[in-house]
């Protein structure tokens, strides 16, 4: 099995540099063309089923980045929930406190912690394991592409030290029960 996880195109809130997680916004144009950069990249996959996380910002990416495909929404690919910081510029939090959040998560905001968050993404593989398809592509955030790399790992690292550009594709495959990480790509 391979799953295909792509991060949305850029958002409004991430052309402001604001905390978005669960605030549900458009692309912009940039995060357009980004889309249709990722639709390079997959236009030879065939998928046997496609998700999206159920925020606008992810669904646009996959219609443009798979035109005329049907996709199922799911709520557990959502980005990781980060409470009250949602809508406020990234840099209000002191270098400590983002340190801290991307360790830990958004708990001290209301929202929500990564394990939490990881287990979401773990949820997913299971769901995806009982349904048995093939080739799978989700559509999602970066939180997401990066939770999911810690699970597939069996690691935590900061969400710093991953560079997870807007329409990101992290390739995992399962092979024998066990899933490993195949590709990651970068489009810009």
């Known amino acids: 099995m391979k799953l ?3 991060r949305h195109g850029q958002s409004e809130t991430n052309g402001k540099g604001l905390w978005t997680g669960w605030r549900d916004v458009s ?3 940039r995060g357009r063309e980004d889309a249709k950069a990722a639709r390079e ?3 030879d996959v065939p998928f046997d089923k496609v998700y999206s ?3 606008q910002r992810a669904r646009q990416t996959a219609e443009i980045a798979l035109p005329g495909r049907s996709f199922e929404t799911l709520s557990m690919l959502r980005e990781i929930h ?4 949602q809508g406020l510029p990234i840099r209000a939090l002191t270098p400590e406190e983002q340190e801290r959040a991307t360790a830990e998560g958004y708990t001290s905001w209301g929202g929500e912690s ?3 968050h990881r287990r979401r993404m773990r949820e997913f593989l299971t769901l995806l394991e009982e349904r048995g398809d093939e080739t799978v592509a989700a559509f999602a955030h970066g939180g997401c592409l990066k939770s999911m790399l810690c699970e597939v790992l069996d690691t935590v690292f900061p969400f710093s030290a991953i560079r997870c550009e807007n329409c990101a594709v992290a390739i995992f495959e399962q092979d024998g029960g066990r899933w490993r990480l195949h590709s990651w790509i970068n489009i810009r």
Not at 82 to 85: A, E, I, K, M, T
Request: no cysteine; proline share 0%.
């Open 4 to 6: 295909y996880m792509i």
């Open 27 to 29: 692309l912009t144009e």
């Open 41 to 43: 990249v997959l236009k």
């Open 53 to 55: 996380s159920d925020l």
């Open 82 to 85: 980060v409470g009250s910081l």
């Open 114 to 116: 990564r394990a939490d």
